[in-house]
């Protein structure tokens, strides 16, 4: 019996031990340093298959660059995947689906290489709300625990990386590739489908918002941290699409929309006066940028019913081009033209209720076009079929997680160079 026992035993750590040693020999993630095996691993087309958590987490953790930005999928999807034109470069760190809760820790983790300059941080309402905390692989990721050992353990052994795996070899031998969300050209009709069931979505998203003042509490503390050990943080407020903002006007979520803008506004204030080490723009040690509100760039008439050719700033409502991201971090750094039309404005307390203002006219000139009008029209039939609000458990942060920020707070300053 014993016997039996201790041969099972062996049987089954050698096949967990073969299929850890798999996953890191093909590495779909980029953590492991694994050599590019020509033919079947050499592609890497899954880094951003878990939304990029793992991958960049591991990045951040490794450290070495100057200068990270941060956000969701419209960072991912929204920016070049190497900008141009940064001071000392910038890494694109955006992790499709994200939140607050994790972009605050990947702030901090990144802090500890006593080489980061600079953190750009895009943020909207999205990343305030009660109805997400972190997905699945963030807690495979060392965006967890900041242990970049113990992460690619947990990632070997995890049957998601496995099946990572298995697709990259199908993409090296098939030629496969992970879809582009965008095209040149569409078939008749097809973005315009996309656009109006992309508001339809987000207007029932919008009805069951919930905005968590304890999220910005934890960025608020991420930023205190950042910027009293010489880090610049810069954070812009996404543009989105006309229909899109529309969508928040007409699902009364404008005042919630404002009510960040004000609670950022004062945060980023509150950090201002810090001394960054080594600058990458003018204004500070935190500044805040918002592109968002009914924009001339982002109020361009959505595809029509039968248009071929793509919109020129965004694939659909809530996702802007890469070209629009290159644009708003030239208009961070100080260029005197706005490339494409992008315009912003640098947030502060004494601009902030004129600048509040000023969406307002914009949404109105706008809702007088035939776009505004087409728009309009759209949200009366939504609104007259009774839409259902789009509603999850929440999901409020807890004394674990204040505790895991802390964790990696603790470790900034002894990695900072002078401080």
Known sequence: MKHYARTLLIALLTILLGFAAFNALIDPFGVTGAPDIAGLTARDTRLYGDGGRVHVGDRLARGGDASILLGSSRTVDGFPHEPTGWPGEIYNAGMRGTNIFELSQAMVLAARNRSLRCVVIGLDLDEFGTHSKAKATYWLSALHDANRPLSMTRVSLSPNTFGASVQLIADNLGGGSPRVPWAETYPAGAQRQRYESGVRGIYGYYLGYNFDPGRVALFDHALDALTANG??????????????????FRSGRSDTYFELRESLTDVFDRHAAASPDNACIEGGGAVLWDFSGFRDFASLPAPGPDQVAAHPNFYEPSHYLPHIGQAMLDTLRGDAIPADGVSGDRL?????????VAIRARRQRWLETADGQAATALFDALEASGPVAETETPQFLNRDDRRS???K???IAPGRAGR
């Open 409 to 411: 707070i603790s470790r």
């Open 348 to 356: 502060e307390p004494g601009n902030l209720a004129d600048s509040a």
């Open 231 to 248: 880090v610049q943080v810069i954070g812009f407020i996404h543009p989105l699409h006309a229909w899109r903002e529309e969508a928040l």
């Open 405 to 407: 920020l802390e964790d």
